[in-house]
């Protein structure tokens, strides 16, 4: 599945408790030859180890081993090389299997537990920055799901739109000199208002950051008749057509859209220096984890890499080796910085995922507290 559809439903749905085993897979992939010829065994062999796992855990019952095996079986099947990214995902349960080709790392993991390992994803979502893209004249308007990878035209949610009745002829127009005219006419301002009206849907359904593209006379009645350009993100005075291609579209937003990412890194940055001024500061594993609990987290900034494997004791997270741990132990849990995001996202918290090394200070965890 492609990452813009990793939506705020999604990814609740996936880290929704399951019957013991679900089981997650995770490795590195490679786009292009000759470094993709090593993901088959890759991918082989992890395969071998989940069976390995499934078998060796004495809380899987005969069934659903078998149950969880050809759902694998099923996904090895199903996966498409030529798709690869940075890291493939599987998700399978008794009953289902998932597919995710995600562009960022992960590393070779094979979890079981009673609920999919998401961090990966969330991680794939928050460095992906989802965003639409309006882009629109007088006798159109197209919808773009933008990530780190590109931009893909949107073919539901009422979008792409055109006006009822095109009484001009824009290019006469432009020609002539007169295009402004365009925007005063009264079709246009309707058309306009369609628009809005079909954008606030989307937006409902899935918030995210905003980006309209389109000439100056465009953008300002858009302004006049709606509310979403006096909210949007960023407007992109260019003008565009109904055959305006993805990568042409794409390089007119790249300056916006460098701007607007610095400018996340920063404010989580100064997020992180506000909260230890104000005194709302968790940082490392064990305080952040108990303030997640108590659903005071308000941010919390993790490094890319950071997993730990833990033993509850006594209310604290005690450290301990994965290969030390038996199979079927229920007092391990095999990532709790997952299970960190999951509790902070399911308590209406923000998550944000830092460079490696940059909280060293802070036990590789930090936090901004409610309260």
Not at 189 to 203: A, I, P, Q, S
Not at 332 to 361: K, Y
Request: hydrophobic fraction near 40%.
């Amino acid at each position: 599945m492609d990452t813009d559809a990793l939506t705020s439903g999604t990814l609740q749905k996936l880290r929704a408790t399951r019957p013991y085993p679900a089981l997650s897979l995770t490795m590195p992939t490679h786009r292009r030859a000759p470094d993709n010829t090593q993901d088959a065994v890759r991918l082989r062999n992890l395969l071998a180890e989940a069976g390995n796992r499934l078998d060796a855990d004495p809380r899987v019952s005969r069934e659903a081993r078998d149950a969880v095996k050809a759902q694998l079986d099923r996904a090895a099947a199903d996966i498409d090389p030529r798709r690869a990214l940075e890291s493939l995902v599987v998700l399978a349960d008794a009953d289902e299997y998932q597919i995710w080709q995600v562009p960022r790392t992960a590393p070779e993991r094979v979890v079981l537990s009673d609920s999919y390992l998401t961090r990966n994803l969330v991680a794939a979502k928050a460095g992906a920055r989802l965003f639409w893209v309006l882009s629109f004249s007088a006798d159109h308007a197209a919808l773009w799901s933008g990530t780190n990878e590109g931009l893909r035209p949107v073919k539901d949610h009422g979008f792409p739109l055109s006006p009822p009745h095109q009484n001009f002829d824009p290019e006469r127009q432009a020609r002539s000199g007169d295009a402004p005219s365009i925007y005063t006419d009264e079709d246009t301002r309707n058309f306009f208002r369609t628009v809005d009206d079909t954008l606030r849907g989307v937006l409902a359904a899935e918030p995210r950051p905003l980006f309209l593209v389109g000439l100056p006379q465009a953008l300002s009645l858009l302004e006049d008749v709606g509310d979403h350009a006096r909210s949007a993100t960023c407007t992109v005075p260019k003008g565009t057509t109904a055959e305006t291609t993805a990568p042409e579209l794409a390089r007119e937003l790249e300056p916006a859209l460098a701007e607007w990412r610095e400018q996340g890194v920063a404010a989580v940055r100064d997020r992180l220096d506000t909260a230890r001024g104000a005194k709302t500061f968790a940082g490392g594993l064990d305080e952040v984890w108990a303030a997640a609990g108590e659903g005071r987290v308000a941010l919390v900034a993790v490094e890319e890499h950071f997993q730990r494997t833990v033993r509850m004791a006594e209310g604290h997270l005690e450290a301990v080796d994965p290969a030390d741990v038996a199979p079927g132990d229920e007092g391990v849990r095999e990532d709790i910085v997952d299970e960190l995001i999951e509790t902070v996202l399911d308590n209406g918290g923000e998550v944000a995922f830092v460079a490696d090394d940059s909280l060293d200070d802070h036990g590789r965890v930090a936090a901004v507290l409610r309260f």
